[in-house]
């Protein structure tokens, strides 16, 4: 009878509670904070050295496109030149045209072409309402006429 | 159980007795080094530590009046090598033979300019193509440290070189518009400051200050390259069918001073351009604005200008020619002891008669004919935007060695030497209406950001009034259409000019050498251009009418038309 006097084991008796090794909560929190505080600083410096070197590559790409940009702009410069637009005009036949004549018209130019009369824009036709009684007295006042 | 006792023997306190002192010795030379010298010890260690480098800004651009560019900056990298990185044979024989990959150098020389040059960093390669460079950078060469840089190309060849410029290898102009305008194109370098290794490369992500470049500001000039190309083709021409030493072209816009084109030879080419060659280094000088010459009959516009503004002559004014004036025991005679009788002063510029032109000066007198020849900029630089321009050499009436002789000769250009810019300068002024321009070849600048700062015309003075510069241009319109065939006369415009033929002047005397030369307009009621042309020491000894005259009218006919000048040939005969 004895064993049925023994006290039952907490689970059976449907408590639960973590394992009791002697530490407060109050401490695991505060190495939970301080681990934290601990490791901000080394995800912020990763974030930093990360961006940072995102950062640097896109100054060197910024860097490269610019230089491309020059490297194009002297291209475009190059084949523009006098010398290669005359190299490439004889290329496809071209030359250079002889004795220019000119020719003095001392006639009078022709008329200028008529505009059909649907293209013209329709002079406005003047209203046929009667003027407002109140513009007699504005015409009235000396100053404003 | 007894303990034996220490004593105080020689043993123990000796040895603690220099362990203490060589702690006080350590412990001074501690305070020394990090109290004491801090400073010293700190910059040092910084100078270690830190590499710092001028970050050149891009060098504006310089374009023609019509936006072709001239000469712009591409950008390029200068490689360094460490050399201590190199002192592994292996590590520089692999570093070498990439780096020759690119450069074209010897891979042996490369190696042993590394190890002998006694540098940190040594300079191995200068302005490589950036494609190139960028390659090398990828292959990860060890030792190889790249800065950027930028190289100065020239699209359009060797087109207008004379007035462009040189830069020097640390991008600063040194002659012509790139000297000029320096400070403009140049903008402003950037400086960086890194934390590096120790090979000498910046340690990434250290400690690292960037001041940033400003990119400097395009130079419009006012150069047509077209006409430019057609003024150094004509004269290339020119100089070999009267084998003459050297000449110019000068195209200018006689109602605001803008330079149009300007060539001159000897002058720079940047294609045969070799520096290390010391008698190039004449060839960098623009010699339409730095040498002297005496002009000859031209200068007969200036001395009749300044008759007539006087109201002292007229267009009509009759005197008569013997062919010879004689000024104290000294004989001025024609050119070619020519007589003409009875002549107008039209006559007198048709025929170009040197007792005409001494009969107007005479008029004048001395001082104020000193006054004229001031006001239209003679003995002074005109201010064109070019270094080292000559202000020209005259004898004034208040010289010691001053004689009624200088004025003579002055009156016809001779003892008196000017440049081609002052010449054009002040017969522009002739006919313009009668104002003295500042002349000019930059109409704009750009800055960065886009900001344009156009440069204006500069009205340096009056030096007539616009009736008799009215009066000055018929004439020259009748030296060129006497009524009888002038070589200079163009096909298509009317035109007005003057020519010179002009001995060379030598320590005591005169050269058997000659100039001709040739200024004139076009068209002749209001003129678009006037173009000079100069013929140094021509070996066919023909004279500026001949020679010269017809590369005038040549050129006004070619030019004009580009500029949209509709020909008025028959338009005048028709009137």
């Excluded at chain 1, 491309?68 to 410069?77: C, G, H, K, N, P």
């Excluded at chain 2, 260690?45 to 830190?50: G, T």
């Excluded at chain 2, 935007?385 to 005259?394: P, S, Y």
Aim: proline letters at 6%.
């Amino acid at each position: 009878m004895t064993a049925l006097d023994r006290p039952a084991p907490r689970a059976l008796e449907g408590e639960l509670s973590l394992p009791h090794f002697g530490i407060s909560k109050w401490v695991l929190a505060g190495v939970l904070l301080a681990s934290a505080s601990a490791m901000l600083p080394v995800f912020q410096n990763s974030s930093v050295t990360s961006r940072g070197l995102d950062l640097q590559s896109l100054e060197a790409e910024k860097d490269a496109l610019r230089a491309e940009m020059s490297l194009l702009e002297a291209d475009v410069a190059r084949l523009t030149s006098l010398e290669r637009i005359a190299r490439r005009a004889r290329e496809i036949g071209l030359f250079p045209s002889g004795t220019a004549f000119y020719v003095t018209v001392t006639e009078a130019g022709p008329a200028p072409a008529k505009i059909p009369a649907e293209y013209l824009l329709r002079p406005s036709e003047p209203s046929s309402e009667p003027a407002p009684w109140w513009r007699s007295l504005l015409e009235a006042i000396p100053l404003l006429n | 159980m007894a303990h034996q006792q220490a004593t105080r023997t020689r043993r123990v306190w000796l040895p603690a007795a220099a362990f203490s002192l060589l702690a006080l010795v350590v412990l001074a030379r501690l305070v020394q080094l990090q109290v004491l010298d801090h400073e010293r010890y700190a910059a040092q260690a910084r100078s270690e530590l830190r590499g710092s480098d001028t970050l050149f800004a891009r060098r504006g651009a310089i374009l023609d009046r019509n936006g072709a560019v001239l000469a712009i900056s591409v950008d390029t990298w200068d490689f360094y090598v460490a050399a201590r990185v190199w002192r592994e044979d292996d590590v520089a024989r692999r570093g070498s033979e990439a780096i020759a990959k690119v450069t074209g150098l010897d891979p042996a020389q490369l190696r042993e300019d590394v190890r002998t040059s006694g540098l940190v960093d040594v300079l191995v390669a200068r302005d490589v193509p950036y494609e190139a460079g960028r390659g090398l950078l990828d292959a990860g060469v060890p030792g190889l440290v790249a800065l950027p840089n930028t190289e100065r190309v020239y699209p359009g060849g060797d087109v207008a070189a004379s007035i462009i410029g040189i830069t020097g290898l640390d991008n600063t102009g040194l002659t012509g518009i790139e000297a000029w305008y320096d400070d403009l194109l140049q903008g402003t370098p950037g400086r960086v400051i890194f934390e590096r290794d120790t090979t000498g490369s910046p340690i990434p992500y250290g400690v690292f200050f960037t001041t940033e470049p400003k990119p400097g500001s395009d130079v419009v000039l006012t150069i047509d390259r077209r006409l430019q190309e057609i003024a150094e083709r004509t004269l290339a021409i020119a100089l070999e069918e009267h084998s003459a030493r050297g000449g110019a072209i000068l195209m200018m816009d006689p109602r605001s001073g803008e330079i149009l084109a300007l060539a001159t030879t000897p002058g720079l080419l940047y294609s045969t351009l070799d520096l290390s060659d010391a008698a190039q280094a004449d060839l960098l000088r623009n010699r339409a604005v730095t040498d002297l010459y005496e002009p000859g009959s031209v200068m007969k516009v200036i001395t009749a200008a300044a008759a007539i503004d006087a109201g002292l002559v007229s267009a009509d004014t009759e005197y008569v020619d013997t062919g010879i004036v004689r000024i104290y025991e000294v004989e001025i005679r024609n050119w070619s002891d020519g007589v003409y009788g009875t002549q107008t002063m039209t006559g007198v510029l048709q025929h170009s008669i040197n007792t005409g032109a001494v009969f107007m000066a005479e008029k004048l007198g001395a001082h104020r004919f000193q006054e004229y020849l001031d006001a239209f900029g003679f003995g002074e630089a005109t201010g064109i935007d070019l270094n080292g321009e000559a202000t020209g050499i005259l004898r004034r009436p208040e010289d010691p060695l001053w004689s009624p002789v200088d004025l003579a000769t002055q009156a016809f250009g001779q003892s008196i030497s000017v440049t081609p810019i002052q010449m054009a300068t002040a017969v522009g002024a002739a006919i313009n209406g009668g104002l003295l321009l500042r002349p000019r070849l930059v109409s704009a600048t750009v800055a960065a950001d886009g900001t344009a700062h156009d440069h204006r015309t500069e009205v340096l003075g009056r030096p007539i009034s616009p009736e008799s510069s009215d009066t000055i241009r018929a004439m020259m319109g009748a030296v060129i259409d006497p009524g009888w065939f002038h070589p200079g006369k163009p096909k298509l415009y009317t035109a007005g000019g003057k020519s010179g033929t002009a001995s060379v002047p030598i320590p005591n005397g005169y050269d058997d050498s000659q100039i001709a030369s040739f200024v004139g307009f076009a068209p002749l009621d209001e003129p678009q251009i006037l173009i000079l042309v100069k013929l140094d020491e021509n070996r066919d000894f023909l004279t500026g009418t001949a020679a010269a005259g017809p590369i005038f009218a040549d050129l006004v006919d070619e030019v004009l038309p580009y500029l949209r000048v509709p020909p008025d040939v028959a338009l005048a005969a028709a009137r």
